[in-house]
T-cell receptor, first 115, second 110 residues
Framework: EPEVTQTPSHQVTQMGQEVILRCVPI?????FYWYRQILGQKVEFLVS????????KSEIFDDQFSVERPDGSNFTLKIRSTKLEDSAMYFC?????????????FGSGTQLSVL | GESVGLHLPTLSVQEGDNSIINCAYS??????FIWYKQESGKGPQFIID?????DKRQGQRVTVLLNKTVKHLSLQIAATQPGDSAVYFC?????????FGSGTRLQVQP
């Protein structure tokens, strides 16, 4: 079964550094998403992306965050200057979109630790 | 603001019993709901979904019930097994943004 893959599985960085989290969505999917989950808390929506532009974003997704689809397969989340509170598990997800195809498929996540 | 929440943070059941996990939602405009299962260290895994024009949907050992009158969603797991132990999240979709509830931990006792 096709799956969403994320790399790396763990990322440790110093506060103030830039990080890029990488995702390969399922190949025939058109909508891509980033979510995050702080330890012990619920999964929170960050951003959705379709047709090479952001379609929805949450209040969490401020100017320090950006997303990009640099080629036909990768979908990246960049945090420009990491803060301690950015430490979380970051999940990439994708779906085909449209009525009847809303089911999101999630990757296994990247655990980001900001020191 | 609108929110999705769960009634019980932890549910403990005996192996073989049926489990019922509840969820309250407050966004009356949400039109699609999903239950996800999350095991430790893994991403959310789809279990079952339901559209707002339905009130019940069955899968393999799982049933989702939707009561739009009281904005309530439930997940029923028949003959609960040890492998069902996980955190279960309900989620609602509005404008292509999936909003998760806070989760219920299901513990299956042998």
């Amino acid at each position: 079964e096709p799956e969403v893959t994320q790399t790396p599985s763990h990322q440790v960085t110093q506060m103030g550094q830039e990080v890029i989290l990488r995702c390969v969505p399922i190949s025939n999917h058109l909508y891509f998403y980033w979510y995050r989950q702080i330890l012990g808390q619920k999964v929170e929506f960050l951003v959705s992306f379709y047709n090479n532009e952001i379609s929805e974003k949450s209040e969490i997704f401020d100017d320090q965050f950006s997303v990009e689809r640099p080629d036909g397969s990768n979908f990246t989340l960049k945090i420009r200057s990491t803060k301690l509170e950015d430490s979380a598990m970051y999940f990439c997800a994708s779906n085909q979109g449209g009525t009847g195809n809303e089911k999101l498929f999630f990757g296994s996540g990247t655990q980001l630790s900001v020191l | 603001g609108e929110s999705v929440g769960l009634h019980l943070p932890t549910l403990s059941v005996q192996e073989g019993d049926n489990s019922i996990i509840n969820c309250a939602y407050s966004n009356s405009a949400s039109d699609y709901f999903i239950w996800y299962k999350q095991e430790s260290g893994k991403g959310p895994q789809f279990i079952i979904d339901i559209r707002s024009n339905m009130d019940k949907r069955q899968g393999q050992r799982v049933t989702v019930l939707l009561n739009k009158t009281v904005k309530h969603l439930s997940l029923q797991i028949a003959a609960t097994q040890p492998g069902d132990s996980a955190v279960y999240f309900c989620a609602e979709t509005f404008r292509r943004a999936l909003t998760f509830g806070s989760g219920t931990r299901l513990q299956v006792q042998p």
